[in-house]
């Protein structure tokens, strides 16, 4: 055998094997194929080998049961039906639509360079508002708040940070205790007013020296961090402009395709 005879036979026979692989089941010979799988979750956004072994027997089943629906439709002629033949062209129609829409904004692409002039140009867009890290401790009554106050209020640094901590997942009655009483950030309006006020009052490192009272209870608040009001860095926010950039584009170039046809095609409407 010849060296090209043997390339040729081993590509022939490394194909093969990568179809056959690919292949998960078959209904009477019709094939379902993890490509057939990755089109349906491609939709939202998801991917055949990154579910679990549950998840994928249950997609393959169902796919299985369409096949065999697909035979039970055929042997009962509804390829015949009006309805279906109907139902089928404008199905094409939409098919034509979405695949040519696809591949219309597959080729709007955006380079970095364009995104950062998007951002230099409007750097307002992007602004910031101030924001603060807290945690805090939730307990029922003012007295439990101030005993946990003067326990604290002789620590700084990374020893009241520790305490406070501790604190919170033995005493705090809120949600966050399990996690020392971590907020996050927030910004102005996402908290209750006497609380988001103690908060934003206080600076990197302190407790509140009084407990702050709210509908939920008395609360000793630490901040552990804080944010000045800014504008986002571009690396932050890129992949936002590049979407939007790239979905104003593609709405553009489909608003001047039908307008250009407009202007080809001879239109009737009734409706005035």
Do not use: C
């Not at 305490?163 to 949600?175: C, D, Y």
């Amino acid at each position: 055998m010849s060296l090209v005879k043997s390339v040729t036979l081993a590509s022939i026979l490394f194909v093969s094997s990568v179809s056959a692989a690919d292949v998960l089941a078959t209904v009477d010979g019709a094939t379902i194929t993890k490509d057939d799988i990755n089109m349906i979750l491609k939709q939202q956004g998801g991917d055949f080998d990154k579910l679990t072994k549950e998840q994928q027997k249950k997609i393959v089943d169902k796919l299985i049961e369409r096949e065999l629906l697909i035979k039970v439709a055929k042997k009962a002629g509804v390829e015949k039906d009006a309805n279906y033949a109907k139902a089928l062209e404008n199905y094409k129609k939409d098919l034509a639509i979405k695949i040519w829409m696809d591949k219309l904004y597959e080729r709007s692409l955006i380079s970095d360079s364009e995104a950062n002039k998007y951002y230099q140009d409007n750097k307002d867009k992007f602004k910031k508002p101030e924001q603060v890290h807290a945690r805090h401790i939730l307990v029922k009554t003012e007295k439990e708040a101030k005993d946990i106050i003067n326990e604290l209020k002789s620590l700084k640094g990374e020893e009241l940070k520790k305490k406070f901590i501790e604190l919170a997942k033995a005493k705090s009655t809120g949600p966050s205790g399990k996690n020392g009483g971590d907020l996050g950030f927030f910004g102005k309006g996402q908290m209750v007013k006497s609380f988001e006020d103690a908060a934003f009052a206080l600076k990197k490192g302190e407790i509140t020296q009084t407990p702050i009272k709210t509908q939920f209870g008395y609360h000793v608040i630490y901040v552990e961090d804080k944010k000045p009001e800014g504008i986002a860095p571009f690396s932050e926010v890129k992949d936002s402009i590049i979407a939007k950039i790239r979905q104003e584009q593609f709405t553009k170039a489909i608003k001047e395709a039908i307008e250009n046809q407009k202007k080809e095609s001879k239109i009737t409407n009734t409706i005035k």
